[in-house]
Structure formats: structure tokens, C-alpha cells
Antibody, heavy 121, light 106 residues
Framework: QVQLQESGPGLVKPSQTLSLTCTVS??????????WSWVRQHPGKGLEWMAC???????YYNPSLKSRMTISVDTSKNQFSLKLSSVTAADTAVYYC?????????????WGHGALVTVSS | DIQMTQSPSSLSASVGDRVIITCRAT??????LNWYQQKPGKAPQLLIY???SLQSGVPSRFSGSGSGTDFTLTISNLQPEDFATYYC?????????FGGGTKVEI
């Protein structure tokens, strides 16, 4: 079964760039019919979809984050990544990666365990 | 953008109760609506997709209904392991917006 695992620094300084990678195992990131998404959750708050990417390169971003965010895919490593620039304390959150079934009837499943990223000097 | 509003934001219930959580979209999203359960410190897990389809492995006491703008998640015969936070999410186009969540407490 497909599993996802986030990795990256747990502490980022303000104004720097947050970088996270999601490694997909048990299946191919190049499988047709799936996007690959990032979702974050601020401490004690709800879920915020950030962006998704298709293995052929198509990307979609949350308009609220689009100017600071880049999502990319490395099919050779079965990974996709997130970069969020100019971070502030407001970007402190748990960041989840998830498989996103393509289409209007789509859903997030499975999810990674989540990576807590704290923005602090 | 389409916004998703859940109610209530929290509720108290007892084992064996029937719980109903509602989710409202600001525009017609047909049946493009999912429900997730999240327990503290864990990733969300898919319960219901396409408004009423039960994800494989999810107990049948969970059910979803609705279409258009109004949706409900019903938990029949609430079990101790069901105390968690529940989120709705529209799957229609990006952005894939979540509702604010409903915390089900003892």
C-alpha cells in the first residue's frame, strides 16, 4: 500500500525558506489519476490545503500562498517537495503530504504522518 | 472561492449517542464533498467521499448525505474511539477547501 513520509528541517528562521520533501513508497508517484498535495495545520487550528502537483508537472496553488510557494516533483526519486519563502511565525504548523485522487470527485488518502515546522530565530 | 462552514464547532456527546455534523458550501458543489476524522497528534483519515460513499475499512456507523450546498455526517451509536475532530472538504476544483472542523468531546 502507498505510504508517504515528510522530511525536512523542524526549525526555520524568519525570512528564510522552508523546504520539505515527501517520499512516496509502495507505489509510483507517476501513476496516472493522482495529484500529490501539501496540507498544513497551524497549532490547534484547522486544515489548510496549500498546493498540488501532477507527475507530468501541472500545479495548482492556494491563492493565499501562491506568491511564496513552489511545489515540485522528482519522479526519479518518487518524491515531491514544497518550498515556502519569506516565512514568519505564522507559518509555524504541521505540514502534511497526501495523495490526491485527480478529478472533481477526489480525496486525500493516504496522508503522511506530518512534519512540525517551527519558525523562530 | 467557495467557502465551507461546519456546525457546530464542538459538541459534547456520550457513548451510544447519534451525532450529526453539518457542512455548508457557499456555492453548489454537487456531491464533491469528503469527510475526515482527525485524532490528536495524528494525520486526518478519510471517512466519506463523494458525500455518501464510505471509505473502505470505515465502520458502517458513519454515514454521509447531502448534495448541492448542504451536507451531513452522521455517527450512529457513538463509540469511545470516535471522539475526535471531523472536517469536511470540497473536492471540486482547486482550492480544495476544508471546513473549520467539529470537535466531538465526551
Amino acid at each position: 500500500q502507498v505510504q508517504l513520509q515528510e522530511s525536512g528541517p523542524g526549525l526555520v528562521k524568519p525570512s528564510q525558506t522552508l523546504s520539505l520533501t515527501c517520499t512516496v513508497s509502495g507505489g509510483s508517484i507517476s501513476s496516472d489519476g493522482y495529484y500529490w498535495s501539501w496540507v498544513r495545520q497551524h497549532p490547534g487550528k484547522g486544515l489548510e490545503w496549500m498546493a498540488c502537483i501532477y507527475h507530468r508537472g501541472a500545479t495548482y496553488y492556494n491563492p493565499s500562498l501562491k506568491s511564496r510557494m513552489t511545489i515540485s516533483v522528482d519522479t526519479s526519486k518518487n518524491q515531491f517537495s514544497l518550498k515556502l519563502s519569506s516565512v514568519t511565525a505564522a507559518d509555524t504548523a504541521v505540514y502534511y503530504c497526501a495523495r490526491d485522487r485527480a478529478g472533481d470527485i477526489s480525496w486525500f488518502d493516504p496522508w503522511g504522518h506530518g512534519a512540525l515546522v517551527t519558525v523562530s530565530s | 472561492d467557495i467557502q465551507m462552514t461546519q456546525s457546530p464547532s464542538s459538541l459534547s456527546a456520550s457513548v451510544g449517542d447519534r451525532v450529526i455534523i453539518t457542512c455548508r458550501a457557499t456555492q453548489n458543489i454537487k456531491n464533491y464533498l469528503n469527510w475526515y476524522q482527525q485524532k490528536p497528534g495524528k494525520a486526518p483519515q478519510l471517512l466519506i467521499y463523494a458525500a455518501s460513499s464510505l471509505q473502505s475499512g470505515v465502520p458502517s456507523r458513519f454515514s454521509g448525505s447531502g448534495s448541492g450546498t448542504d451536507f451531513t455526517l452522521t455517527i450512529s451509536n457513538l463509540q469511545p474511539e470516535d471522539f475526535a475532530t471531523y472536517y469536511c472538504q470540497k473536492s471540486y476544483g482547486p482550492p480544495r477547501t476544508f471546513g473549520g472542523g467539529t470537535k466531538v468531546e465526551i
